[in-house]
């Protein structure tokens, strides 16, 4: 059973422009969110996360949406940059410090 | 200064073997975790330490066993391997102070374990 999802593989994006990757979950009982980040041959890299009780963060380029009602999360990336070319992964939490995974994204910005 | 190193980078192995995957932190947290990454992407949690002690099992093969002889090593046993046991596997450490300390979590750079 698939808690996350990210039914998006993959996006290309044009450098300068907004990236937009997008998770959806189904439990209701999550309610700490988190984007990762990674690069080839290593390994995932926190990025930016959100509590249930916000509907936004921001962290300089990157902002992260939470609409619950909808049980949706996305992660904007503005402007786009080629060093952001990586595998994005949504996770999720419901206070148990157990994590869990989309399937990821591959982001690619071209220049 | 590497924060999380897994050793080795790359396992071939023969089924049935026993091998062990190797980790260590040296950023002075106190949880240490197991994931599995499988060949369709799934990045899933299969044991958490909190000094030295269990505090996640999840439905694993009892053929792996977790050992943390101290807070700043976690390794990963496997008996008998499986030719489903082939997946990538990382190492991942936080702090157990703050619930969201404990999210953010630190990887190490993986293990690549296939199992012919």
């Known amino acids: 059973d698939q808690q996350v999802k990210q039914n998006s593989p993959s996006l290309s994006v044009q450098e300068g422009r907004i990236s937009i990757l997008n998770c959806d979950y189904t439990n209701s009982m999550f309610d700490y969110f988190l984007w990762y980040k990674k690069y080839p041959a290593e390994g995932p890299t926190f990025l930016i996360s959100?509590?249930?009780?916000?509907d936004k963060n921001e962290d300089g380029r990157f902002t992260v949406f939470l609409n619950k009602s909808a049980k949706h999360l996305s992660l904007h990336i503005v402007p786009s940059q080629p060093g952001d070319s990586a595998v994005y992964f949504c996770a999720a939490a419901e206070g148990n410090e157990k994590l869990t995974f989309g399937t990821g994204t591959r982001l690619t910005i071209i220049p | 200064d590497t924060a999380v190193s897994q050793t080795p980078k790359y396992l071939v192995t023969q089924m049935g073997n026993d091998k062990s995957i190797k980790c260590e932190q040296n950023?002075?947290?106190?949880?240490m975790y197991w994931y599995k990454q499988d060949s369709k992407k799934f990045l899933k949690i299969m044991f958490s330490?909190?000094?030295?002690?269990?505090?996640i099992n999840e439905t694993v093969p009892n053929r792996f066993s977790p050992k943390s002889p101290d807070k700043a090593h976690l390794n990963l046993h496997i008996n008998s391997l499986e030719l489903g046991d082939s997946a990538v596997y990382f190492c991942a450490s936080s702090h157990h102070s703050t619930r969201v300390g404990a999210y953010e979590q630190y990887f190490g750079p993986g293990t690549r374990l296939t199992v012919t």
């Open positions: 959100i509590s249930s009780i916000k």
């Open positions: 330490y909190n000094n030295k002690e269990l505090i």
């Open positions: 950023l002075g947290h106190d949880t």
